[in-house]
């Protein structure tokens, strides 16, 4: 979803990618999407600020029912008092779901392979930190009647086609820092009860998973630097050297750059990657890091997957936005 785009197609696109996961979500964005009065109200926030999932998340904050019709949504929005407002400009959507690491580990298995020493992962736009465990789950993957299964932990579950480089073991991680605008403390209730908030109102295996996550962070709380990615990621990387192989990674992140600053994280990463720093494993909208999506070409995902993972600018496999499903590219 693009976030830089009309608002009426920004909703009607989020509608889309919620249907036949949240109901709820699906019929508010399409209701929002052909009503003038409320894309009023949206059009007083900053732009990415009026993000459907930041929207939604302030509404329910603030007592909205989820799932519930679009009528209570409307009626809240525009009899607002200034306390949903002042949610969304405080707050981001840090949805920090730990669910994309099933899709995400072969991708470091690979970049494992070239080192014999532990990863030293590096997460962009960590949020609270929950991606940067891979270690600590058992990953159950499944497709045309095989599965595979690995590691220990709670279970991380994900469809699959292609011929996916299911890895022999769990990468052994030496070093986990993050870096993100607001990071979130795993032991800072509000915060996580605001991560609980941003998953959608049907998803309950989501918000349990979440939990557990947390559980599995705050006992051993990840290294997280306060600061914009494009300043602080080389410093970060070159501190990361010192505990193993680098790698830097990130999912569903740089959508909320600016397209200028798209270009000037690529052109970071390529730089890095080519002098060795490090690996770069990108999880992105298909529109969002153009160069890696056209290494691609014309494959049509088999599953539900709308993003595109990439290894060091490279495509190796389409993706769902949380982890479900992965389709490794031949």
């Known amino acids: 979803m693009e976030l830089f785009g009309d608002l009426v197609e920004q909703y009607a696109e989020f509608a889309g990618h919620a249907a036949g996961e949240s109901p709820c979500f699906e019929a508010w964005a399409r209701g929002v999407a052909g009503d003038e009065a409320v894309l009023a109200w949206l059009t007083r926030l900053p732009r990415l ?52 690491l099933a899709t995400l580990l072969p991708a470091f298995a690979i970049a494992a392979r070239d080192a014999a020493e532990p990863l030293a992962l590096v997460e962009v736009g960590a949020s609270a930190g929950l991606c940067l465990y891979p270690d600590r789950y058992r990953y159950r993957w499944h497709g045309d009647g095989k599965e595979h ?46 991560l609980e908030t941003l998953v959608w109102p049907e998803q309950e295996d989501r918000r349990e998973r979440l939990r557990r996550a947390v559980e599995v ?24 050297q010192a505990f193993g192989r680098v790698v830097v990674f990130h999912s569903a992140v740089v959508v909320y750059l600016e397209p200028a600053e798209r270009r000037r994280f690529t052109d970071l990463m390529t730089g890095l990657v080519a002098s060795g720093a490090c690996h770069w494993v990108s999880n992105e909208g298909r529109r969002v890091l153009p160069d890696v999506t056209a290494t691609a070409g014309d494959v049509t995902p088999l599953l539900d997957c709308e993003f595109v993972l990439g290894l060091d600018g490279q495509a190796h496999a389409f993706t769902h936005g949380h982890g479900r499903a992965l389709h490794w590219l031949g």
């Open 49 to 100: 600020k009026q993000q459907p999932n930041l929207v939604f998340a302030a509404a329910r904050w603030h007592g909205v029912p989820a799932p519930g019709s679009y009528a209570g949504l409307r009626r809240a929005l525009l009899a607002d008092d200034g306390a949903i407002e002042a949610t969304i400009l405080a707050r981001s959507t840090q949805t920090n779901e730990v669910g994309r």
């Open 149 to 194: 299964a690995l590691g220990s932990g709670p279970e991380l579950a994900c469809e699959v086609a292609g011929p996916v480089p299911v890895p022999a073991a769990v990468p052994t991680v030496g070093w986990r820092a993050g870096i993100d605008l607001h990071p979130l403390s795993v032991r800072d209730p509000d915060a996580t009860a605001w």
């Open 217 to 240: 962070a705050a006992a051993e709380p990840a290294y997280l630097v306060q600061g914009d990615l494009l300043d602080e990621l080389p410093a970060l990387v070159e501190e990361a």
